[in-house]
């Protein structure tokens, strides 16, 4: 079955406290992107990825870090993690990396919480 | 900037009639891509209906159809004969043509009433 995964898909930790989600999907696609989404703010990018090796900053990346060492894989990294950054968070894919007129394909999301 | 407008935060209809969504977008570029997306309660994200800008012919997918208005950067989202399936948020999400970006809107939130 074609799709994102992402895990894990509720967390809950401490300021401070090193984290990674991951993100893979099986459709070969180039594109892969991760979201933030916030009430009343809808979802927000963080970073995205045209194709393996090449990534590029969102809207609001600070307090994150992503890597796109293979094609299906696209981790989000919390090297810190902060209250301010309690949120659902959505992996995307997309089948090309030079234009977003493709659908995406939304991951299951992962709420996260940080005490 | 370039931002994604919902002026409607929450909006009900009645099972079966017509309900039209807003959406206002702010961009100096020509060439771009307009998207609905819905979100039901279970989180997931899925595609409604998309638009390319230098398309003047409003895209239709079934029961959902949109009234693209380029020079009034408005991009309404219209449901013809509601389902209870359709209670869902909805979002309107826009990308410039290169910009590898995608701008959401804020969402409306819909209720169909039974």
């Known amino acids: 079955e074609a799709q994102v995964t992402q895990n894990p898909r509720y967390l809950i930790t401490v300021t401070g406290k090193k984290l990674t989600v991951t993100c893979s999907q099986n459709?070969?696609?180039?594109?892969m992107s991760w979201y933030r989404q916030d009430p009343g703010l809808g979802l927000r990018q963080i970073y995205y990825s045209m194709n393996v090796e090449v990534t590029d900053k969102g809207d609001v990346p600070e307090g994150y870090k992503v890597s796109r060492k293979e094609k299906r894989n696209f981790p989000l990294i919390l090297e810190s993690p902060s209250p301010n950054q309690t949120s659902l968070y959505f992996c995307?894919?997309?089948?090309?990396?030079?234009?977003?007129?493709?659908?995406?394909?939304f991951g299951p999301g992962t709420r996260l919480t940080v005490t | 900037a370039q931002t994604v407008t919902q002026s409607q935060p929450e909006m009900s209809v009645q099972e079966a009639e017509t309900v039209t969504l807003s959406c206002t977008y702010d961009t100096s570029e020509n060439n771009y891509y307009l998207f609905w997306y819905k979100q039901p309660p279970s989180r997931q994200m899925i595609l409604v209906i998309r638009?390319?800008?230098?398309?003047?012919q409003n895209a239709t997918e079934n029961r959902f159809s949109v009234n693209f208005q380029k020079a009034a950067k408005s991009f309404s989202l219209k449901i013809s004969d509601s389902q209870l399936g359709d209670t869902a948020m909805y979002f309107c999400a826009f990308s410039v043509d290169s910009s590898y970006k995608l701008i959401f809107g804020s969402g409306t939130r819909l209720l169909v009433r039974p």
């Open positions: 459709m070969n696609h180039e594109y």
């Open positions: 638009q390319e800008a230098y398309k003047q």
């Open positions: 995307a894919s997309s089948p090309r990396g030079d234009s977003l007129f493709y659908e995406q394909y």
